[in-house]
């Protein structure tokens, strides 16, 4: 990576682990300082917010059973807090990290230590900022290996590599999103991908700027890839080369082989390379490209990596020498389909499927675009004249001025949200069909309160009021079984008759379908609050997010415990 360090300190965030083993202690101290650093791409050198220099961020390694302590400081004007995205966080919610959430940000001078237990998981994970769009450069893998003495229900790999989609602005991206919120349009989009932080040779001036994964012939790679991006689902594909699934957001998968795969925001999935015993060439591409189905207006580069055999005395052609792999439309709704419906969980006596075949409460969930009205006196740029919005139920969700978890164990709940959130859409219409005429969203802080140890289904339904397009939902504090998904209005009479109720895939983040639904079903066996939101930033910006209030149950070890003492305040 071109970098060098820049003249000022944007943000020092100082991390300190600590692992203690199910057996004997284990202490490992990681020191992460986030600071601005001048870095160079697309011919141009700009300031960035990075971790200990390095962009995408120092990965984080923990075993299952492992504490991890991880004390921030905030040294910078920047507001900050960090997501551990995908960690449970069994009864630890003030350690989740979505700003105004759980916690009020970090601000300037002020320091929060993270302490939580990793429990009952292992694969790949990942950290992000979950504030504004700073995760566009705070962001980094966070890699669970099995417990001491455990193995993966695979053969042992060569080698396990992290692969992280990003996206390049050459405009700082905090400006990018304030102005679009001004005026209510659709944001600049990025001027590259990245794959490890590398916009590749399809760049201006990057073509020492490329990603290379270089590998020995006739072995097994784990490539532990994680989409970063901040607003688009990525087709991936390795030339003459196929992967084998085995993983998808830390939760193992019945295996199954492909050429192409698509990885939406927030989503891992880990892949097993087989390499060719007896290549006949040595330097084979690498390529990601944006799925999209928007209206508005989107990146359609391709970033390019580069697979090298290492055999002595080999050189190696430059790219326009090499094939390029196929890789579906930009619009490939099927693509996506057929390889979503291939995901199932390994089910097995040692990693079993536990999906709920009851339902205590039943939910019904419309996600998509609309609109609020342009203020007085004020030209927007959004759909004729108004603002840019999205919501779920039409509640497009306005972040409090006191994180909610925080306002609810204090008793002051009532002051900060309403506990109305529909259960079902407030007006019942043709989700996928003609737009409606009326396209504003309803703005509140609304959540929806559950008991502990509920069983809950969710229907998550696209709408096309402002153009139909999928939505990478993410529910933090648990994981879900995505029992069935499919196209159009769901249909409750019809459509749970095909629900998979023996291996359906068990994710923490699940693409609705462009046009369609997905179905999902888990346990509220976590107290606390919890934040649901699509993983497009700019969605995300615009209110497509909401909350689940889970109570507390009876027993000791099923409440949630006290702040700790240097939980940020507002």
Not at 361 to 384: A, D, E, I, R
Not at 505 to 532: H, K, Q
Request: hydrophobic residues 40%.
């Amino acid at each position: 990576m071109s970098s060098s360090p820049g003249s000022a300190i944007a943000v020092s965030l100082v991390f300190s682990l600590l692992f203690f083993g199910h057996s004997a202690a284990v202490t490992r101290n990681y020191k992460f300082d986030i600071r601005l650093q001048n870095v160079t791409r697309l011919c141009s050198t700009k300031s960035i917010i990075t971790v200990n220099g390095k962009f995408p961020g120092p990965r984080i390694v923990a075993r299952e059973g492992d504490r991890v302590v991880i004390k921030v400081v905030n040294h910078v004007p920047n507001n900050a807090s960090i997501h551990w995205h995908g960690i449970r966080q069994l009864r630890s919610g003030w350690y989740d990290g979505p700003s105004y959430i759980t916690q009020c940000p970090i601000q300037t001078g002020q320091s929060y230590t993270y302490n939580f237990s990793i429990i009952g998981q292992r694969g790949t994970l990942w950290w992000h900022a979950h504030i504004s769009w700073l995760r566009a450069t705070l962001h980094g893998p966070f890699i669970i290996l099995p417990a001491k003495g455990a193995s993966y229900p695979f053969p042992k790999p060569h080698r396990e590599v992290p692969v992280i989609f990003g996206e390049w602005w050459k405009a700082d991206t905090e400006a990018v999103i304030s102005q679009a919120l001004q005026t209510g349009g659709g944001p600049n989009v990025s001027d590259s991908y990245t794959i490890n932080g590398l916009p590749g040779p399809s760049a201006n001036c990057s073509a020492n700027e490329t990603f290379k994964l270089r590998v020995k012939p006739g072995k097994t790679y784990l490539l532990r890839l994680i989409n970063a991006a901040l607003n688009d689902d990525l087709f991936f594909s390795i030339a003459n080369h196929t992967v084998t699934i085995v993983e998808a957001d830390a939760l193992y998968v019945k295996p199954f082989t492909t050429d192409v795969l698509v990885i939406a925001p927030g989503q891992t999935t880990n892949v097993l390379l087989h390499t060719k015993l007896n290549p006949t060439k040595m330097t084979f591409v690498m390529a990601a490209r944006p799925y999209f189905t928007g209206q508005g207006t989107f990146d359609n580069n391709t970033v390019f990596g580069l697979l090298e055999y290492k055999t002595p005395g080999a050189s190696n052609p430059s790219i326009l020498n090499l094939q390029i792999p196929t890789l579906p439309p930009i619009n490939g709704t099927s693509a996506v389909a057929n390889f979503s419906n291939r995901f199932r969980s390994l089910a097995s006596a040692q990693f079993p499927a536990n999906v709920p075949q009851q339902v205590d409460k039943k939910f019904f969930f419309t996600v998509g675009l609309g609109s609020n009205p342009c203020p007085k006196n004020q030209t927007c740029q959004g759909p004729n004249g108004s603002k840019f919005a999205a919501s779920i139920n039409n509640i497009s969700f306005v972040n409090p001025t006191i994180a909610i978890l925080q306002s609810y164990f204090s008793g002051q709940a009532g002051k900060v949200v309403t506990t109305n959130f529909p259960a079902f859409p407030l007006i019942p219409f043709n989700y996928t069909g003609p737009p409606p005429n009326n396209t504003l969203v309803i703005n509140g802080t609304k959540v929806l309160v559950v008991p502990f140890n509920t069983t809950v289904e969710v229907i998550l339904q696209d709408t096309s009021i402002l153009g139909a397009e999928s939505h990478p939902f993410h529910l933090h504090g648990h994981n879900f079984f995505v029992v069935g998904q499919g196209f159009g209005n769901f249909d409750p009479n019809k459509d749970p008759q095909s629900f998979n109720l023996v291996d359906p895939v068990e994710r923490n983040t699940i693409g609705v379908p462009s046009g369609g639904w997905a179905a999902i079903r888990f346990r509220t066996d976590n107290p606390g609050v919890w934040f649901m939101h699509c993983h497009f930033e700019v969605h995300l910006s615009w209110g497509l997010k909401m909350a689940w209030l889970v109570l507390d149950g009876e027993l000791p070890n099923q409440k949630l415990p006290p702040p700790p003492s240097d939980l940020p305040k507002c």
